[in-house]
C-alpha cells in the first residue's frame, strides 16, 4: 500500500461546480501538506501549503487538513476550464530531510 | 525565461545505452531536486543537492544512477545501461527555502523512452 492515497479519475464537473479533492495517507509523522497543479505535459507548480492541521484559503481554492484522520482536502469553487489539470498532493515529516511524497494526481476535467 | 530549464525534453533510446540529463535551476536557487514521474503517478523523490553537496539520496537511485552538481549551478543525470522501466518523465526542481515550504518550483521535464 502507498503512503499517499488519491483516487486516479478523471472527475469531470460543469463550469462553476465546486470540486472536492482528497488524499489519505498513513504516516502520521506527516506534518507539512502541499497541493500542486500539473498540466499536461508540464512540471507540477504548488497551489497550497498547509503545516499541521487547519484549514487554509486562497482565492477559490480551500486546502483542509485532518490529522486525526489522515486525510487531507483541496475545494477549489467556482471552476473554470483553466482548472483542469492533475492535482497532486504532496507531504512531508521532519524526519524525512528533504524528500517530498506525492499522491498519484487525481485528472480533473472542468467542463464549459 | 528564467524558470527551471530542462535538456532535451524528449530522449529515445535503445536498452543498454547510457543518457544523460541536464537541469538548470532558477539562478538565485541553491538547492535542487530531482524526481522521477511515470505515466499515471505521482512524482518520486531521487536526489537532492544543496549548493554542490549531494545531500540525499533515494533508495529508487540504483548504482546505474548518478547525479552531480558541479559548482552549485547546473546539475546532470546520468542513467548507465539504461532498462526499459528506466522510461519516464525525469522532472528537476529549485528552491530557496527547504521544502518545509512547499514551494518547488519545477522543470517541464525530460521524458525518457527506453526501447
Known amino acids: 500500500q502507498k503512503e499517499v492515497e488519491q483516487d486516479p479519475g478523471p472527475l469531470s464537473v460543469p463550469e462553476g461546480a465546486i470540486v472536492s479533492l482528497n488524499c489519505t495517507y498513513s504516516?502520521?509523522?506527516?506534518?507539512?501538506f502541499m497541493w500542486y497543479r500539473q498540466y499536461s505535459r508540464k512540471g507540477p507548480e504548488l497551489l497550497m501549503y498547509?503545516?499541521?492541521?487547519g484549514n487554509k484559503e486562497d482565492g477559490r481554492f480551500t486546502a483542509q487538513v485532518d490529522k486525526s484522520s489522515k486525510y487531507i482536502s483541496l475545494f477549489i469553487r467556482d471552476s473554470q476550464p483553466s482548472d483542469s489539470a492533475t492535482y497532486l498532493c504532496?507531504?512531508?515529516?521532519?524526519?524525512?530531510?528533504?524528500?517530498?511524497?506525492f499522491g498519484g494526481g487525481t485528472r480533473l476535467m472542468v467542463k464549459p | 525565461d528564467t524558470g527551471v530549464s530542462q535538456d532535451p525534453r524528449h530522449k529515445i533510446t535503445k536498452r543498454g545505452q547510457n543518457v544523460t540529463f541536464r537541469c538548470d535551476p532558477i539562478s538565485e536557487h541553491n538547492r535542487l531536486y530531482w524526481y522521477r514521474q511515470t505515466l499515471g503517478q505521482g512524482p518520486e523523490f531521487l536526489t537532492y543537492f544543496q549548493n554542490e553537496a549531494q545531500l540525499e539520496k533515494s533508495r529508487l537511485l540504483s548504482d546505474r544512477f548518478s547525479a552531480e552538481r558541479p559548482k552549485g549551478s547546473f546539475s546532470t543525470l546520468e542513467i548507465q545501461r539504461t532498462e526499459q522501466g528506466d522510461s519516464a518523465m525525469y522532472l528537476c526542481?529549485?528552491?530557496?527555502?527547504?521544502?518545509?515550504?512547499?514551494?518547488?518550483?519545477f522543470g517541464e521535464g525530460s521524458r525518457l523512452t527506453v526501447l
Open positions: 526542481a529549485s528552491s530557496l527555502q527547504a521544502t518545509n515550504t512547499g514551494e518547488l518550483f
Open positions: 504516516n502520521s509523522a506527516f506534518q507539512y
Open positions: 504532496a507531504m512531508k515529516s521532519d524526519n524525512a530531510g528533504n524528500m517530498l511524497t
Open positions: 498547509t503545516y499541521s492541521s
